[in-house]
């Protein structure tokens, strides 16, 4: 079991790189891991409606994942996938051509954790849709998915005013249940991959806009990953 692999972590819809500065930090102060973070731009995000936009993100992917493969002289490195970013990490794995290009990410990912990913969903975009019925569940053997989820009462002081206006609506969006669990705006039924190591964190929401403590927040950070079962 190798623990030392350096981590690329890539951020959810419309969030940039500073967002997870802290996730950074508290990975390498704390348990001494080299992570490099996926530069997208809030215009790449914007662009992902279509198949394109996909392949240019996915292309930033695998430029950093051959960068800490070089940089710290490793066969294999974890990946951290935030929200729509676990999506787009998923299909990274695949061997199959997508858009004319074959990533084959599995051949260099021995870990993937996902936090607060809208995996399993009964109304999906186009693209999750077809992430998740081209590859289902921890589709890639050699792959160890962990999928973390939220939980949080969202009329309570752990959310902000965004949180409580939106999370039945996104709930409900997502699961077809407005009262469903799950971290302010994607349901656990959706963020627990099947198949996967299943993590759930109270008190926990989807992003730092929607509360005090997100999935990136050092306590939280602690929380999680020392629930994975590394492989």
Same mark, same amino acid.
């Given at each position: 079991? $190798? ?17 997870? @500065?802290? %996730? ?30 996909? !392949? ?17 002289k490793a066969k ?5 996938? =935030? ?5 787009? %990490?998923?299909?990274?794995?695949? #061997? ?22 809208? =995996? ?9 849709? @077809?992430?998740?019925? #081209? ?15 939220? !939980? ?15 999370? $039945? ?20 039924? #959706? ?30 950070? !602690?929380?999680?990953w020392e629930k994975?079962?590394?492989?």
């Amino acid at each position: 079991m $190798n623990q030392g692999n350096p981590i690329i972590i890539l951020g959810g819809f419309l969030v940039t790189s500073e967002a997870y @500065f802290d %996730l950074k930090e508290t990975i390498e102060k704390k348990y001494n891991r080299k992570v490099y973070i996926v530069d997208v731009t809030k215009i790449d995000w914007i662009k992902t409606n279509s198949k394109a936009g996909w !392949k240019k993100i996915l292309d930033k992917v695998a430029q950093y994942v051959s960068l800490a493969l070089y940089e710290n002289k490793a066969k294999k490195v974890d990946l951290i996938g =935030h929200s729509s970013g676990g999506l787009i %990490l998923r299909l990274f794995l695949a #061997s199959d051509p997508f858009n004319g290009t074959v990533y084959d990410g599995r051949l260099f990912t021995r870990n993937l954790i996902t936090l607060g990913s809208p =995996h399993q969903a009964k109304r999906a975009t186009r693209m999750r849709k @077809f992430v998740n019925d #081209s590859y289902p569940a921890n589709y890639f053997e050699d792959v160890n998915y962990i999928s973390v989820g939220g !939980k949080v009462e969202i009329f309570s002081n752990k959310t902000s005013f965004i949180t409580k206006i939106v999370a $039945n609506s996104s709930y409900k969006s997502i699961s077809g249940n407005k009262s469903c669990d799950g971290d302010g705006l994607v349901p656990l039924s #959706s963020s627990l991959l099947e198949g996967s190591q299943k993590i759930v964190v109270k008190n926990v929401v989807h992003g730092g806009i929607f509360g005090k403590e997100w999935y990136g927040t050092p306590l939280v950070v !602690k929380t999680w990953w020392e629930k994975i079962i590394w492989q």
